[in-house]
């Protein structure tokens, strides 16, 4: 193992740091008005201000929080700020807020009385300045405003003034003011590839870890792409785009624009365009012109400039030359620019040596094509057992002795739906009965089954659902779809038509009739058909919940450890949020993976049973009322069916400290603020009560993924000799293992193999913007159950190996993203249909 080591792109702060905030009392004649103008639906609630806060994160200098009111309740801190308040801006921006609720009487008294007091001398007297402790002496967050103050003072320190890099190069950053107020982004100068404009982002982030909550700022680099050539169909569009226009002082704010259905054409949100006003004192093209000529309004120095970020859900425009992701080598070079910047406030947490990971393997390998050449008749007699152990496993992993396949496509596609069949043949040792399991694949005609729709939203969905399920009867036996679609190109939009991919609808469809299904684009892929076939059977074998089998002799790792996945499931918004806790249980030895869930009859099923039944009830309109019974009360009388039923028998328990679980009406406890006060606890704020874990066996590892900013990014040391494209910048080691912090773990794990993580260590993006650069897959591990370092260590191991050993890795040291058992959990969403529950202002 090299003895290179690991460098974390994260901050500590210099303590006792301190920072001025400006502050803004609401004066209590204008919090009457306002109660009197926009009542709250409770009596005695508080004033509804969600939105007027995002617009004010976005249109004021770095305005960070709005501070619940109530009525006959004096608020003499209202606005909090890091930088002067610019008071004609703000009661420009509450006049736009209050304008543009459709709930308003515009010609009303109250109204008339609200507007006439927003002007700057009704809040001269509430404004005042404080000094704030952001940290306390050991290194602690002193408050909530720690978090987007300290981002601020960084942003600060680099916006505005030129960055050099260790390349020569220079950029100039700007801010992006959007309705954040806790993570600060800067944006470099536009480069150009071909017609297609991008930039580096820079990301910081002040987070606590998760043993002491001493605070880290983190650093993101990526690279935004943005749509530079002009939009030649009719223009239609499904959502808003957040396009970024810049402003006073050369900061970037979002103003988003759509489709109007009042005016049946494309505009600028009215709300953010009024703010662009008065901040600039000119207006904008109408989105069509702007549309016409996106590159031109794309340059620095146009008047204005507006840049429009490119998204995988920007169906409408055409994909950008500039590929995603910026490598490790520009990563390197902007940390390092970075903390020369910041050397009086804040020092790099240091380097971090690694320890070995172990990989699993499985029971029975299939051989490689080495094998073949070397001994046919050896590797024909493996291939034959590693068929048939296959076969006995699914059988064990479906509880079932019969498995049926169906290849669905047209007649066009019958050479890749051969492959497919010689794939499942091949890796279930044949087809018919054998060994007591049988296996038939049968073809099934597409006919217009898989023809494009005029849309992906809800109403077309139903239509397909109607229509498959007049198609096939309903499957009794585990039955598996093959299904090749005609590829990307026939689903584009045409016109006012955003697209019709069928294949989340059809998804769904299948699944209503008792069907799991994968698909193939015969179409834009670099892998040759036989690459894609192979995956996608694979694919589809895990679906019915197939895991191999591991070797028992597992570097130290004890596989007969059942290894349980929770995550709680969370759509939508508002009263129309859809949200339930379920957790993946995976007994490697036995092969058995089956989900638990209050939604589910029993409240468990086997896995390919469960994203069956996760499909039906999803697919009616009602699944969000039925999910309210899946509160946070059903995930702590979850967790304490697993302590109970783990008793003297080892378990591995992984949550996903990602999205709501961390929130008040889940699980709390498990935050690094929970983590602080005392014993691990469960069950939502105000029904919270100890973890009993006594005489248990059952090890809780909390992880945190690096693709959510809480985990800090990485690069890795230069190597001896070589550079970077012209030589200039050094070329970076791979690396991965897992690395020792205070009291945690984090495991870096490249996927081999992969050309995106191998470039990373050897390109820039400056010298290569076609080149897709490696995402950070670092995770952190914390043990919540009691233990010491070397229990942690132990189970950490586990959770890693378990990352490994999954069918669809056909490659033995591949790993996907997560442990096994959370990995299966993500992929039960892909059976969940997310109802359309958002909507404009």
Known sequence: MSDSK?????????????????????????????????????????LNTKVLKDDLRCWLDRAVELNPVRPNVHTDSWLIALAPIDLAKLCNVIAVWISSRKDIDTQSPAYRKVMGMLHPETFE???????????????????????????AQVADAIAGIPLELANGMVENFSRVSRGNGNVYELISDIHWHKEDPWAFALRFHVETLPVGRKARLNMDVAVRRFIGKPWQDDP???????????????????????????????????????????????????????????????????????????????SWASKPSVASGASVIDKAMFFEAVAARLKDIAEPVGALDSLQLT????????????????????????????????????????????????????????????????EISRFLGGEGAVDGFEVEIDNIPANDLLNRMENTGDSQAKIRWR???????????????IVVLPGAESYKPKGKDDGGDPKRALRIAFAKTGRLTQFIEPEDSKDSPEIRARVAVRDLMRQLGFVPEPARNSRGIDTSIP????????????????????????????????????????????????????????GSEGFPDSCKRANGMALKRMLHGIVRATGDRPELLLVNSYGRIRQRDWWPGISDSGLESGPLSYGPTGYEEP?????????????????????????????????????????????????????????????????????????????SPTA??????????????????????????YAEALRGCMVQLYKNDMRVNLPAPLHLAEQVEEYIWDWELTGRR
């Open 691 to 767: 973890l009993g874990l006594a005489g248990s066996k059952l090890r809780i590892l909390r992880i945190r993924s690096g693709l959510n900013g809480e985990v800090p990014d990485w690069f890795t040391d230069e190597v001896a000799a070589g550079g970077a494209d012209d030589g200039t910048v050094p070329n970076r080691r791979d690396k991965q293992g897992l690395f020792k912090m205070d009291g945690y773990f984090l495991a870096l794990a490249p996927r081999p193999g992969d050309a995106q993580y191998k470039w990373s260590a050897r390109g820039s993006k400056y010298d």
């Open 125 to 151: 007297e509430a404004v005042r300045g404080e000094e704030i402790c952001l940290f306390s002496g050991d290194g602690r967050p002193a408050g909530g405003l720690t978090f987007p103050a300290f981002s």
């Open 772 to 797: 897709a650069f490696c995402e950070k897959t670092i995770n952190e591990y914390c043990l919540l159950s009691p233990g010491g370092e070397a229990e942690a260590l132990a189970s950490v191991k």
């Open 359 to 422: 990989h699993l393997k499985a029971s029975i390998e299939e051989p490689r094509q080495a094998d073949w050449d070397k001994d046919p008749v050896s590797a024909r007699a493996r291939q034959e057992a590693w068929g048939r152990a296959n076969r006995a496993r699914l059988a064990r992993c479906t509880g079932r002795d019969r498995a049926v396949f169906q290849l669905i496509g047209n007649q066009d596609d019958a050479r890749l739906l051969d492959m497919a069949r010689a």
């Open 467 to 481: 229509k498959v399920a007049a198609a096939p009867p309903e499957a009794t036996d585990p039955t598996a779809c």
């Open 563 to 618: 290894a349980i996945g929770l995550k709680v499931y969370n759509s939508g918004n508002g009263k129309a949020r859809a949200s339930f806790p379920y957790c993946v249980r995976q007994d490697m030895r036995s092969g058995a993976v089956t989900v638990y869930c209050p939604l589910l009859p029993d409240g468990s099923l086997p896995y390919w049973r469960a994203l069956i039944e996760f499909a039906r009830l999803s």
């Open 236 to 314: 239609f569009l499904k959502h808003d785009v957040n396009a970024y226009v810049r402003t006073e002082g050369g900061t970037l704010r979002v103003v988003p624009y759509g489709y109007d259905k009042q005016k049946r054409d494309l505009a600028w949100d009215p709300a953010a365009l009024a703010n662009y006003e008065f901040a600039s004192g000119t207006g904008l093209p109408a989105v069509r012109e702007y549309l016409e000529d996106m590159g031109r309004y794309a340059r620095d120095g146009s008047q204005p400039q507006i840049l429009s970020p490119y998204a995988m859900t920007a």
């Open 6 to 46: 690991l460098h974390l792109m994260s901050f500590a702060p210099v303590p006792d740091t301190k920072t001025t905030v400006h502050v803004v009392g609401l004066p209590d004649s204008l919090r009457d008005a306002l109660f009197t103008l926009m009542p709250p639906r409770k009596e005695g609630g508080y």
